[in-house]
T-cell receptor
Framework: AQTVTQSQPEMSVQEAETVTLSCTYDTSESNYYLFWYKQPPSRQMILVIR??????QNATENRFSVNFQKAAKSFSLKISDSQLGDTAMYFC???????????FGQGTRLTINP | DSGVTQTPKHLITATGQRVTLRCSPR?????VYWYQQSLDQGLQFLIQYYNGEERAKGNILERFSAQQFPDLHSELNLSSLELGDSALYFCASSVTLFSAGYNEQFFGPGTRLTVL
């Protein structure tokens, strides 16, 4: 069974700083997908970024980028120029190719301070 | 707005009771997924339906059941409720083209269940 581990329960940075959230996962599959979801206080689940395991190039979405290390089974999220609106829980998630369900980590609570 | 709707938004009930949570997927989406989130934990996959048929099952308790109707809306039934069932229950939907590698899941706003 796949597992996803987020080792940082909480993080706090100043506005405009760069922050990196860590995620490791365990799988025996070679083709899969990795995600970062944001859950603000409203509790809505918002997809931030997605990475296909077969792509060597790291995904980027504006201020959000990932560092995908397939051999190390590591998938970190970097938020540049952090904004107050980035304050939220961030969940790393995994989905194997073919299986549609998402396996989530325990989350990292990120606080951006003014 | 993801296009996925869930009702009710909040539900407060007592131990031993039975409740039904409802989910309407985005227009055109054939798959519905149910997830449970307890106390700021990660989401746990419960069950997936595709076009009316059960497709995948997670760690769903026997006291819980779900179904997807011909109009593609889904209901999650929780019975003999216990204090530990208090959680946020999310529904997500996707198109689910099996020829594609992955189909993005769009999440509803969730139903917060409180069992007293």
């Amino acid at each position: 069974a796949q597992t996803v581990t987020q080792s940082q329960p909480e993080m706090s940075v100043q506005e405009a700083e760069t922050v990196t959230l860590s995620c490791t996962y365990d799988t025996s599959e070679s083709n899969y997908y990795l995600f970062w979801y944001k859950q603000p206080p409203s509790r809505q689940m918002i997809l931030v970024i997605r990475q296909e395991a077969y792509k060597q190039q790291n995904a980027t979405e504006n201020r959000f980028s990932v560092n995908f290390q397939k051999a190390a089974k590591s998938f970190s999220l970097k938020i540049s120029d952090s904004q107050l609106g980035d304050t939220a829980m961030y969940f790393c998630a995994f989905s194997s190719q073919g299986a549609q369900k998402l396996v989530f980590g325990q989350g990292t609570r990120l606080t951006i301070n003014p | 707005d993801s296009g996925v709707t869930q009702t009710p938004k909040h539900l407060i009930t007592a131990t031993g009771q039975r409740v039904t949570l409802r989910c309407s997927p985005r227009s055109g989406d054939l798959s519905v997924y149910w997830y449970q989130q307890s106390l700021d934990q990660g989401l746990q996959f419960l069950i997936q339906y595709y076009n009316g048929e059960e497709r995948a099952k997670g760690n769903i308790l026997e006291r819980f059941s779900a179904q997807q109707f011909p109009d593609l809306h889904s209901e999650l039934n929780l019975s003999s409720l216990e204090l530990g069932d208090s959680a946020l229950y999310f529904c997500a939907s996707s198109v689910t083209l099996f020829s594609a590698g992955y189909n993005e899941q769009f999440f509803g706003p969730g139903t917060r269940l409180t069992v007293l």
